[in-house]
């Protein structure tokens, strides 16, 4: 089992910042492909970003590439999103997710999932 808590969330203003955090508990972290994804009322779970056990590689979603970096410390078992520019659309609930092996873009493949953490972001 892995447990998965996200942090950082919260309101902020179009062009503004947030760094989410995802802290994670249970069987060795570094053994786990991990995932952000985000859900908006209304609308399905999409993925945003991923990143490989190693962090070697890291995989963004075309519509947030260059305002999202995604990087985790195996260290301290946790995974970051920072997320810059920021704009009304990118209001969600957003979520860290973890399986092993490869990364996946498909919110299905994830074994393990954290509560959500919500970002609103105001015009």
């Known amino acids: 089992q892995v447990q998965l808590v996200e942090s950082g969330g919260g309101r902020v203003q179009a062009g503004g910042s947030l760094r989410l955090s995802c802290a994670a508990s249970?069987?060795?972290?570094?053994?786990?492909?991990m995932g952000w994804f985000r859900q908006a009322p209304g609308k399905e779970r999409e993925f945003v970003a991923a990143?490989?056990?190693?962090?070697?590689?890291?995989y963004y979603e075309d519509s947030m590439r260059g305002r999202i970096t995604i990087s985790r410390d195996n260290a301290k078992n946790t995974m970051y999103l920072q997320m810059n520019s920021l704009k009304p659309e990118d209001t969600a609930v957003y979520y860290c997710?973890?399986?092993?092996?490869?990364?996946?873009?498909?919110?299905?493949?994830?074994?393990?999932w954290g509560q959500g953490t919500q970002v609103t972001v105001s015009s």
């Open positions: 997710a973890a399986r092993p092996s490869y990364y996946s873009r498909n919110p299905s493949e994830y074994e393990y």
């Open positions: 249970g069987r060795t972290f570094s053994r786990y492909a």
């Open positions: 990143i490989s056990w190693s962090a070697v590689s890291t």
